[in-house]
C-alpha cells in the first residue's frame, strides 16, 4: 500500500498535469481536495462546517 507521501506525491503530479493541459475548474477542485483530505483528514474539507 502506497504512503501518504507517495500518494500526496502523485495527486500533486496529476494536479500540475492537468492544470498543463487547460483542465477545468472542476478537475482541479477534485483533484485539490483528494490532496487535502490526505494531508489533513481531520479538517473540514469541501462543504459547509457545522458548529
Do not use: Y
Not at 496529476?14 to 498543463?20: D, G, P, S, T, V
Amino acid at each position: 500500500m502506497a504512503t501518504d507521501e507517495e500518494l500526496l506525491t502523485a495527486i500533486g503530479d496529476r494536479l500540475l498535469h492537468q492544470i498543463e493541459q487547460g483542465a477545468t475548474s472542476d478537475t482541479v477542485l477534485k483533484l485539490a481536495e483528494a490532496w487535502a483530505w490526505i494531508r489533513e483528514p481531520g479538517q473540514a474539507h469541501g462543504g459547509a462546517t457545522v458548529a
